[in-house]
Structures are given as C-alpha cells and as structure tokens.
C-alpha cells in the first residue's frame, strides 16, 4: 500500500473511531394511543358520516373501529416530540371514503389508512420560560369546542405568571396556492389569532377572557370558513361550590359576515357537576343566537352565531351527552346527528338543554340522559323543534385500560325535522320516523 493510501486509510478509522466516541442523545420513547371498536345497529347513523330520514327506515347493522398511535420523542423535561396517527375503517370496507379508493376494510384488507393527525415540538423556552408549540397540533377554544375544536398547523405560545396564564395562537388553515391565479404563496389564506387568558382567583375559582380572530382571504368557492372575517370576545369561569363544579361561557361576535352585511351574533352556555349518591348529576344549557332573515338584498347585520368551519365540521358541544340530536364525541365516523354536524342549524341558531346522571359501582360503571333541542330563530313557516332525546349507557371495566359498554338511545323528533308539511320542516323528511340506534362499544387505551 502506497504511502497515500496509508495515510487516507488513518484518517478514515480515526474519523470513524471520534465519531462513535461521541455519545448520543438520550431519548425517552413514549407510546400512547387507543383502540375503539362499536358495533352499531341502527336506522338512523350510516357509518359514513350521514344522517338517515326516512319513513318506514330500515335497520342497519355494521362494525367501525379507530386506532390511534401517539410516538412522543423526548429529550429531556422541556423539549419533546409529539407525532399522532389515526386509522379507521368499517369492517367490509367503504368505498369513496376519504381515502379515495377503500378504507382496508375488506376481503384481504391491504389499503393505505394512515392518518397524521398530529406533529409538533414542545419546549419550554431558556429565555422566557414560555411553552411553545410548533407544528401540526391539537387545539381547542374556551367554549367547550362550540366554536372549534381541531387539528391544525400553527404556533401556540403560553407562559404561567404566578396565577395568569396568557396564551398566544396562530394557524393557517388554507392556502389557495393550488390557484394559478394567484401567483404566489400566502396571498389566499384562510388564519385565525387567539390571545387567551386565564386567571386563578383561588382553587375554587377560574376566571378567563379571550379575544379570536379569523380572517378569509379566499373565494367563495374555495373557503371553509363561512364569514368574511370575524372578531370573537367571550368569557369563561368554573367554580366549585361544595358539591357542584360549574363551567359558564359566552361570546360576542362581529365583523363582516359578506359584503352586504355585517355580523353580530352571540353564544351563552352553562354545564354543571352535581354530586348527589354514588355518582353525579349532570346538567348543561346552550344558546347559540340564529337569524330569521336570508332574503336577497337584506343589508341589516346578520345575527346567526358562527363556527370556526362552515358547516360545523370541527364544532362539539361534548356536555350535551346526547348520540342523535348532538353528535357524541365518542364516535368515529358516524359522528353525526339529525342536524347533522351544524350547531347552528345553517344560521337558525340553537336552543339546547341537557341533564343526565352517571355512576359507578365498582368495575361497572352508567349513565342515563335527556335532552331537547330547537332553532333560537324560524324563518317563515317553519317549526323550530328539533326534538327530544333519551339515552343509557350501561359498561364494564375488564381491566384497568379495557371497557366494554351498551349504549341504546332514540329521539323523538319535532316538526321541525319529520312533519308532513313540507314549508314547516327545516331539514328531515315527511312523517320520518324517530332515530335511534345500539351500540357494543370496546375501548381500549395506553
């Protein structure tokens, strides 16, 4: 070996040796997740995200499950990784679902369902002591998810000062740079602004404010956001008083609804904790304002309470407790009610109120609820009664992370959704039957 050869060889095993000299960074690999399957019989939910009306409907009868895995990769107590995946199918498959070709559930299963549902960094900041996240996240408003509650790419920034937490967010929820007419990247957006603030008065009582921001610079045709752009204030408090633990909200919105009208709308909403026996009371109350008046040419201020998302999609009110006149945030792809995903009843608005109880008794674990529901506004002749709703759950803990339960619920529908007088309904079908459905839940979590 000539003398060059020699030395280019040292120079390699000497690189090699310092580079596995240096120790690498130790990471803690934590895995979460949970699997949920429900086997459904009902005339009501279609595994699809649909809502059935029909008289004389038909029973269905079908399985869905969700898996959902979270990788976090942490590298010390102020910096970590968080990535969350989701897979779902309905067993014997669906075609024409979101992932375009089927969803694995069928003969010899083999379809791609991969779903990134999360990934971002968390770290507390060495210079400002701040949390940030950065990436593809999980958030939630302080209205208990009526306005929004969802994943999204943006930026949260929080810091706790003695018993204030304020918090800044920032996400960009669409971009038109698909158009060619635009020209450029970041000109046709769709984001929102949110600074929060929570102060502790003492450790029965929370006091917050918020002030969110949502502005659309798309067509029409291309945005999910209904305003042109919006401005919400709200306030929020939970208390505790002996044996009641109480949350209450509202919000103001205004801005420009189009460009003929402004907005100024509104939401109140209460839910409540009473223990009372062996388990709890629950109650809640919730009023999103609505407008009577869509007529062409109409220039005064549009007063229907707005979502994040047209439509709803990414819009809960989880203490309703309810399955068919409320979507329950348990369900997978049936996650859906006979106003479907829409709170606001395309802009009527609502009037909802909601008690239950629930319980254990060792491994087993109950509840049972009622709930009603109707439009805050009726434009024309319509009936806004939506209906009434009861509903039990009945389960069992076969290990400390697996429960299996039976849920049964039904509604009894208004006019507003099932009268034989086409100008009274809002939605729903002639002399539809009432909803209802069983469920066989097993919901396993790590």
Same mark, same amino acid.
């Given at each position: 070996?000539?003398?060059?050869?020699k030395i280019?060889?040292?120079?390699?095993?000497s690189?090699?040796?310092?580079?596995?000299a240096v120790?690498?960074m130790?990471?803690?690999?934590?895995?979460?997740?949970?699997?949920?399957?429900?086997?459904?019989?009902?005339?009501?939910?279609?595994?699809?995200?649909?809502?059935?009306?029909?008289?004389?409907?038909?029973?269905?009868s079908?399985?869905?499950?969700?898996?959902r895995?979270?990788?976090?990769a942490?590298?010390?107590?102020?910096?970590?990784l968080?990535?969350?995946?989701?897979l779902?199918n309905?067993?014997?498959?669906?075609?024409?679902?979101k992932?375009q070709?089927?969803?694995?559930?069928?003969?010899?299963?083999?379809?791609?369902?991969?779903?990134?549902?999360?990934?971002?960094?968390d770290?507390?900041?060495p210079?400002?002591?701040a949390?940030?996240?950065?990436?593809?996240?999980p958030?939630?408003?302080?209205?208990?998810?009526?306005f929004?509650?969802?994943?999204?790419?943006?930026l949260?920034?929080?810091?706790?000062?003695?018993a204030?937490?304020?918090?800044f967010?920032?996400?960009?929820?669409?971009?038109?740079?698909?158009?060619?007419?635009?020209g450029?990247?970041?000109?046709?957006?769709?984001?929102?602004?949110?600074?929060?603030?929570?102060?502790?008065?003492?450790?029965?009582l929370?006091?917050?404010?918020?002030?969110?921001?949502?502005?659309?610079?798309l067509?029409?045709?291309s945005?999910t956001?209904?305003?042109?752009?919006?401005? @919400?204030? =709200?306030? $929020? *408090?939970?208390?505790?008083? /002996? +044996?009641?633990? !109480?949350d209450?909200? %509202?919000? &103001?919105?205004f #801005?420009?609804?189009?460009?003929?009208r402004d907005?100024?709308?509104? @939401?109140? =909403?209460? $839910? *409540?904790?009473?223990k009372? /026996? +062996?388990?709890? !009371?629950?109650?809640? %109350?919730? &009023?999103?304002s #609505?407008?009577?008046?869509v007529?062409?040419?109409?220039?005064?201020?549009?007063? =229907?309470?707005q979502?994040?998302?047209?439509? /709803?999609?990414?819009s809960?009110?989880?203490?309703?407790n309810?399955?068919?006149?409320?979507?329950?945030?348990?369900?997978?792809?049936?996650?859906?009610?006979?106003?479907?995903?829409?709170?606001?009843?395309s /802009?009527?608005?609502?009037?909802?109120?909601?008690?239950?109880?629930?319980?254990?008794?060792?491994?087993v674990?109950?509840n049972?609820?009622?709930?009603y529901a109707?439009?805050?506004?009726?434009?024309g002749?319509?009936?806004?009664?939506?209906?009434?709703?009861?509903n039990?759950?009945?389960?069992?803990k076969?290990?400390?992370?697996?429960?299996?339960?039976?849920?049964?619920?039904?509604?009894?529908?208004?006019d507003?959704?099932?009268?034989?007088?086409?100008?009274?309904r809002?939605?729903g079908?002639?002399?539809?039957?009432?909803?209802?459905l069983?469920?066989?839940?097993?919901?396993?979590?790590f």
């Open positions: 070996m000539s003398f060059s050869k280019l060889a040292f120079a390699a095993v690189a090699l040796s310092a580079a596995t120790p690498a130790a990471l803690e690999n934590e895995f979460h997740g949970l699997y949920r399957a429900f086997g459904f019989m009902t005339n009501a939910e279609t595994g699809g995200g649909t809502f059935n009306f029909a008289k004389d409907a038909k029973t269905s079908y399985v869905e499950q969700r898996a895995i979270m990788y976090i942490k590298a010390n107590d102020n910096l970590k968080v990535t969350h995946f989701e779902d309905r067993w014997g498959g669906q075609t024409g679902t992932y070709t089927n969803d694995a559930g069928g003969l010899d299963a083999d379809q791609v369902t991969l779903e990134t549902k999360n990934i971002y960094l770290f507390n900041c210079l400002t002591g949390n940030v996240k950065i990436g593809m996240q958030f939630s408003d302080a209205y208990k998810g009526v929004g509650a969802f994943d999204g790419s943006g949260v920034l929080s810091k706790k000062l003695d204030f937490t304020p918090t967010a920032y996400f960009r929820f669409n971009d038109n740079d698909y158009s060619a007419a635009v450029a990247v970041g000109k046709q957006t769709e984001d929102m602004a949110v600074l929060d603030g929570k102060f502790a008065v003492n450790k029965d929370t006091v917050g404010a918020s002030y969110y921001f949502v502005q659309r610079d067509p029409a045709a945005t956001i209904a305003a042109e752009n919006l401005h @919400m204030l =709200g306030v $929020n *408090a939970a208390a505790k008083f /002996g +044996p009641a633990a !109480v209450a909200y %509202a919000a &103001y919105q #801005g420009e609804f189009s460009g003929a907005l100024s709308a509104y @939401m109140v =909403g209460a $839910n *409540a904790k009473i009372a /026996g +062996p388990g709890s !009371v629950n109650v809640a %109350a919730l &009023y999103l #609505g407008e009577d008046n007529a062409t040419g109409t220039t005064a201020d549009y007063g =229907g309470f979502t994040l998302a047209a439509g /709803g999609a990414v809960y009110y989880n203490p309703s309810m399955w068919l006149l409320i979507r329950n945030g348990q369900t997978i792809n049936s996650s859906t009610a006979v106003i479907g995903t829409d709170l606001t009843v /802009g009527r608005g609502l009037m909802g109120l909601f008690a239950g109880y629930e319980g254990t008794a060792g491994k674990f109950y049972a609820n009622i709930g109707a439009t805050a506004e009726e434009r002749s319509e009936d806004g009664t939506l209906g009434t709703e009861v039990a759950t009945v389960g069992y076969l290990y400390d992370n697996l429960a299996v339960s039976a849920t049964a619920a039904y509604a009894f529908l208004g507003g959704l099932n009268s034989t007088t086409a100008a009274t809002i939605g079908a002639s002399d539809a039957d009432d909803p209802y069983t469920a066989i839940q097993f919901n396993y979590t």
